[in-house]
């Protein structure tokens, strides 16, 4: 596959770039659900009426890929729930009536962290997943027997909108300073470079004040187009290196984390607090006061818009940024650990625009960071064709949404994809004779 990294260029809509993130007032009740990552869900070990506080474990990780689920408030378990993701799986939740107090769990501690095997101990349990992606659990990237050659740092915050990784690059330089000093001494990492687009010259600037207090950090400033911030586009335009297709970032000597995966290392590590928060920015043409807001993961979508005020009618809400997030099906739904911003949008911002023939342009494929041809995958795809699908690409799609974007005759592209690579999940089994 050819590797063409054209990407498009968005407008930013970055309205929040400098406001500090605020706390939320405590809420009346949380929802955490139990699966929050790429993996087995955790097992729940708290049950009605038990006490919890901030930071108290709810649920264990399950076996193999997994990730602990911590209390974000202190109060009282109210029940374990059935919830329905926005992703149309389901999972348990617990439910916990808030006391309003936020009482922080009076057994946590820094943790020990002497060698190698400590520090993936550590990272195993300090909840923390993938804050800017999919949720892949932290501590798994890095129990590896390869040898890290370069810890990439994504910076990029490519999608309109949202700041949160800007506001951790602007607030949070201690933090990420001595996580990143703490995993190049135990996984013996030889390079750490952070990659940010260069529409944010506040947060390059103060990581460049960070990276001259370190040793073996570079900054690598990127020009601002989209998906930038795409694992294999990052790796390939910060270290030169490419990711073969359907291999992680390892193969090439590669770990790659978001800025605010780093900062939630260091805290852990200063502090025992494992991941109970995010800053989430609140955005849309629907909100009154778009701010970057510090949310206790479990806190439900509607309370966190009602503090942002609603200035018109909300005809749609996003986890996410316009291009690559998830369109929230009710606002009963949870802040969840990768959720980095909530985007509510008026009827006449979310229209839908009217869908015309194919003119065979070649835009999409021409935009496209891996040159992919979604009419193929199209093609293939209602032919039931699963090697034309492969062929085309269809796996190796990252559903960045850029072929739909510049589609003259406005084809959704990429939920196409979407349904390719659903069907090919569900390929029938060949007989063998
Ligand atoms: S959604 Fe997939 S096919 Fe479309 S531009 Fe992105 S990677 Fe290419
Ligand atoms: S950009 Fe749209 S109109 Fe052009 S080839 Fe692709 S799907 Fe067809």
Redesign the pocket.
Known sequence: MAFYLKGVKLPHRKNTANSPAVELPPVRQVTIPTSMHIGAPAKIVVKKGDQVFVGSLIAEAGAGLSSPVYSSVSGTVNSVAELLLSNGSTCEAVVIDSDGQMTLDSEIVPPQVNSKEDLIDALSKSGIVGLGGAGFPTAVKFKTDKQIEELVINGAECEPYITSDTVTMLTKADLMKDAIETLVKYFGIKKVIIGIEKNKPEAIANMQKMSSETSNVEIKVLPSVYPQGGEKVLVYHTTGKIIPEGALPIEVGCVVCNCTTIAEIGKYLKTGIPLVSKVVTVDGDAIANPKNVIVPIGTLIKDVIEFCGIKSEIAKVLYGGPMMGISVTDLDKPVIKNTNALLAFTKAEAKVPKTTA????????NHCPFGIS??AILKSYKANDYEGMKKAGALLCMECGC?SF????K?P?VQNNKLAKLSLRNEPKKEVK
């Open positions: 194919c003119i065979r342009c070649g835009a999409c494929t979604p009419v072929c510049v589609c003259p005759a084809i592209n």
